[in-house]
C-alpha cells in the first residue's frame, strides 16, 4: 500500500483549480449512484433470505465499490501519490462466490464507512468548490481555496478507503507468515529434488565403478586384459558420474551465475535458448546472491516455459533496477493464454520471489503476447568494491 505522506512522483502533477473543481462536480454528481447503492445493500440485506435480495446486495456493493474505486484515483491525482487498489482478487464462480469474497475483505466494509462520509460532509465540502467558481464574486476564494478544500477532502476519503498503519503491518506479517511457509516448503522440495538427482544418478554411477574396481582386481591375475578394459570402463563411468555432479552444482548456483552476475548470466541464458532471444537494459551492480540467484531461475523458467507451449518466434529479456527495486520483464510473441495457476512451474516463481517480498505480474491474452513482470526490491552492491566478496570469481567447477 501507498504511503500517503509521500511526496507526488514526477509522473503526476498536482491539478489546478478548473480541474479539481471538475472532480468536485463529479463528486457532487455522485449522491445519487451512492444513495442507491446504499438503499440496495440494506434492502437486500433484509432479503437476504432469497436470491433476489443476495442480487440486491451484490448490485449495491459492486456500485459502491466502483465509485470508490474512482475516488481513490480522483485523491491520489488531488494529493499527487499513488494509490492502487486495495481490493483482493476476485475468485472464480458464480454471483454468490463473489459476493461472499466481497463480505469478506475488510476494505468492502470501509467502503461502506466512506459512503456515509461522501454524502455527507464529503458531498457539501465538494459542493462548496462548485458554488464558489459559479459566483462571481467568490472567484478569489474559489482559486486560492480548492486545492485545499479539496486535500482535505481527499485526505479524508483516503482515510476510509486505504489501509491504516496498523492494518498495513497486520497485513504484511500475514504476507510473510506465508511467503516463509512457502519457502520453507520449496526448501525441503528442493532437498529432496538434490537427494534423487545424487541417489539415482552420481551414487549409482560410483557404485558401478566401485564393482568394476572390484571386478578388474579380480581379472588381473587371470586376464590382465579383460582386467584394463574393466578399468577403462570405471574411468568412464567416473567421467559420466562428474558431469552428473556438475549438473547438480549447476542446479544449486549455476557458475556463470556466480562469476558475471544476473546481467551476465541471463544473457549467457538467452545464448542458449532454440528461440533468439534479445537482452537489453542491465545492472550496474550485483544483487545478493539469494536474490540473484531465485530471479535467475525464474527467468530460465519463463523462457523454458514459452519454449515449450508459446510457440513464439522471439522473445526478449529488459533488466533494470531503478528506486531500490529490481524490475525484470520477460516477454514472447507466442500464442499466449499464458495462466500462472495451471502449473507448478510459475507457482514455484511465485515462491521464490515471495520470500523475498517479490512479485510476479502475468500479462498473457490470447494471441500473445506473454509479458511477465517480475520485480523484488533490493540494493546494487558496487562492483568496483574490492572489499566485497560478491567480486571474487568463483572456483566452481565450469
Known amino acids: 500500500m501507498s504511503d500517503l505522506s509521500a511526496p507526488p512522483s514526477a509522473e503526476s502533477a498536482r491539478p489546478g483549480p478548473l480541474r479539481l473543481t471538475a472532480y468536485a462536480g463529479e463528486q457532487v454528481l455522485w449522491l445519487v449512484p451512492l444513495l442507491l447503492g446504499l438503499v440496495l445493500f440494506v434492502v437486500g440485506g433484509v432479503l437476504a433470505i432469497i436470491w433476489v435480495g443476495i442480487a440486491l446486495v451484490l448490485g449495491g456493493l459492486l456500485v459502491v465499490r466502483g465509485i470508490a474505486d ?5 485523491a491520489g491525482r488531488v494529493l499527487g501519490i499513488d494509490v492502487p487498489s486495495p481490493y483482493r482478487p476476485a475468485p472464480p464462480g458464480g454471483p454468490l462466490v463473489r459476493l461472499w469474497s466481497m463480505i469478506g475483505d475488510p476494505m468492502t466494509w470501509r467502503d461502506l464507512g466512506w459512503l456515509l462520509w461522501a454524502i455527507t460532509a464529503g458531498w457539501v465540502i465538494s459542493l462548496l468548490v462548485v458554488v464558489l467558481m459559479v459566483a462571481v464574486a467568490t472567484l478569489f476564494f474559489w482559486w486560492f481555496g480548492t486545492p485545499h478544500l479539496m486535500a482535505v477532502r481527499s485526505r479524508v476519503d483516503l482515510t476510509f478507503l486505504t489501509y491504516g498503519a496498523t492494518e498495513r503491518l ?3 506479517v500475514a504476507a510473510l507468515t506465508r511467503s516463509r511457509a512457502e519457502a520453507v516448503d520449496h526448501s525441503a522440495a528442493e532437498l529432496r529434488r538434490l537427494e534423487r538427482d545424487l541417489h539415482d544418478g552420481t551414487q549409482a554411477r560410483l557404485v558401478a565403478v566401485s564393482m568394476s574396481l572390484g571386478m578388474a582386481e579380480a581379472q588381473f591375475e587371470d586376464d590382465p ?5 574393466t578399468v577403462s570402463e570405471a574411468r568412464e ?7 552428473d555432479l556438475r549438473s547438480v552444482v549447476r542446479g544449486i548456483h549455476p557458475p556463470v551465475l556466480a562469476d558475471r552476475g544476473l546481467d551476465g548470466a541471463v544473457r549467457a541464458l538467452a545464448l542458449d535458448m532454440a528461440v533468439p532471444v534479445e537482452v537489453s537494459g542491465g545492472l550496474s551492480g550485483r544483487l545478493p546472491l539469494p536474490i ?10 519463463c523462457l523454458a516455459n514459452a519454449a515449450k507451449h ?7 529479456v529488459e533488466l533494470g533496477h531503478r528506486d531500490g527495486v529490481l524490475r525484470v520483464v520477460v516477454g514472447d510473441d507466442g500464442r499466449g493464454g499464458a495462466d500462472p495457476d495451471a502449473g507448478t512451474g510459475m507457482r514455484g ?5 515471495a520470500a523475498f517480498d517479490g512479485t510476479m505480474a502475468v500479462s498473457s491474452p490470447a494471441g500473445g503476447p506473454t509479458v511477465v513482470t517480475l520485480e523484488v526490491p533490493c540494493a546494487l552492491s558496487d562492483p568496483h568494491d574490492s572489499s566485497s566478496p560478491r567480486t571474487t570469481p568463483s572456483s566452481a567447477p565450469a
Do not use: D
Open 70 to 74: 474512482r475516488q481513490r484515483r480522483i
Open 170 to 172: 497486520e497485513q504484511r
Open 225 to 229: 586384459e579383460a582386467a584394463r578394459r
Open 237 to 243: 563411468a567416473t567421467s559420466a558420474a562428474i558431469a
Open 292 to 301: 540473484e540467484s531465485a530471479v535467475y531461475f525464474a527467468v530460465a523458467e
Open 310 to 316: 508459446a510457440g513464439h518466434e522471439h522473445a526478449w
Open 349 to 353: 516463481v511465485m515462491r521464490r520471489l
